[in-house]
Nanobody, 115 residues
Framework: QVQLVESGGGLVQPGGSLRLSCAAS????????MGWYRQAPGKERELVAH????????NYKDSVKGRFTIPRDDAKSSLYLQMTSLKPEDTAVYYC????????WGQGTQVTVSS
């Protein structure tokens, strides 16, 4: 059974940093692409960052380039989203995703950027 469990969300002031974590189980983590998506109220879910397996090639939503990174630790079956210089428009529920088995999602973690 595939499980993706996110953690690390919370309330942060503009300009602050957060690190999200995603603990994966139920599949061979190192073999599959992983990603972070987010969904703000009233908006569609959107891709934030994506990392492929093997070579670790990454891509990012334009608005987060230079501020977010998406490291993965295959030995720990874990994915991270390091977020810096956070802005109010980054406020959303953030979801971990894998392309294993046609796609699976975590339950999401709330990130709120506000003073």
């Amino acid at each position: 059974q595939v499980q993706l469990v996110e953690s690390g969300g919370g309330l942060v002031q503009p300009g602050g940093s957060l690190r999200l974590s995603c603990a994966a189980s139920g599949f061979i983590f190192s073999m599959y692409a992983m990603g972070w998506y987010r969904q703000a109220p009233g908006k569609e879910r959107e891709l934030v960052a994506h990392v492929v397996s093997l070579n670790g090639l990454t891509n990012y939503k334009d608005s987060v380039k230079g501020r977010f990174t998406i490291p993965r630790d295959d030995a720990k079956s874990s994915l991270y989203l390091q977020m810096t210089s956070l802005k109010p428009e980054d406020t959303a529920v953030y979801y971990c995703w894998t392309n294993y088995g046609g796609g699976h999602w975590g339950q999401g973690t709330q990130v709120t950027v506000s003073s």
